[in-house]
T-cell receptor
Framework: DGGITQSPKYLFRKEGQNVTLSCEQN?????MYWYRQDPGQGLRLIYY???????QKGDIAEGYSVSREKKESFPLTVTSAQKNPTAFYLC???????????FGSGTRLTVV | AQKVTQAQTEISVVEKEDVTLDCVYE???????LFWYKQPPSGELVFLIR??????QNEISGRYSWNFQKSTSSFNFTITASQVVDSAVYFC?????????????FGTGTRLKVLA
């Protein structure tokens, strides 16, 4: 079955560390997105990519980085520059057009 | 600027009650798309419905119905005869083709608790 796989489900980061969240899709979707979810704030866009080897900053890109070397993969790195990284991170993909997103099951990141 | 407002932070109902979740949006575009997603405790957002700005017909899908009113910029979601399995966070979202992307603007969500 097609879908989006995010890993790991839970991730713990020490202060000053970079961590990478994985997002893989087998839906043949062109576009992929990373959202951050905090309680009471809904979903905020971090980065998005509409085509391989190209990506754009979203509303809260500071302290994050991404790559899109393959159509299927869109990993997100949370760098030490992100001062408040504890949150729930959701990856999504879509085909061109306004058909809706398919979401992954999320990664919960906690700073320890 | 585009914006989606879900003023109801949390709603609690007793099973079998009807419940309406409100969504009000702001956009300058005449062409746009509206969506509803459900986020159960597992965390993954599940697509419920898409509506484009030229289609104001209300839609019913089983116990779910949606009321789209351009005059009031609202796209409300009603669950009839609610069930415990409906307990989740529900998000309304807006997308505008003129942005040149397929990005969504999400509301802050409404947490629905259905009590047995």
């Amino acid at each position: 079955d097609g879908g989006i796989t995010q890993s790991p489900k839970y991730l713990f980061r020490k202060e000053g560390q970079n961590v990478t969240l994985s997002c893989e899709q087998n839906l043949n979707h062109d576009a992929m997105y990373w959202y951050r979810q905090d309680p009471g704030q809904g979903l905020r866009l971090i980065y998005y990519s509409q085509i391989v080897n190209d990506f754009q900053k979203g509303d809260i890109a500071e302290g994050y980085s991404v790559s899109r070397e393959k159509k299927e993969s869109f990993p997100l790195t949370v760098t030490s520059a992100q001062k408040n990284p504890t949150a729930f991170y959701l990856c999504a993909s879509s085909r061109q057009g306004y058909y809706g997103y398919t979401f992954g099951s999320g990664t919960r990141l906690t700073v320890v | 600027a585009q914006k989606v407002t879900q003023a109801q932070t949390e709603i609690s109902v007793v099973e079998k009650e009807d419940v309406t979740l409100d969504c009000v949006y702001e956009t300058r575009d005449t062409t746009y798309y509206l969506f509803w997603y459900k986020q159960p405790p597992s965390g993954e957002l599940v697509f419920l419905i898409r509506r484009n700005s030229f289609d104001e017909q209300n839609e019913i899908s089983g116990r779910y119905s949606w009321n789209f009113q351009k005059s009031t910029s609202s796209f409300n979601f009603t669950i009839t005869a609610s069930q415990v399995v409906d307990s989740a966070v529900y998000f309304c979202a807006l997308s505008e083709p003129t942005s040149g992307t397929y990005k969504y603007i999400f509301g802050t969500g409404t947490r629905l608790k259905v009590l047995a």
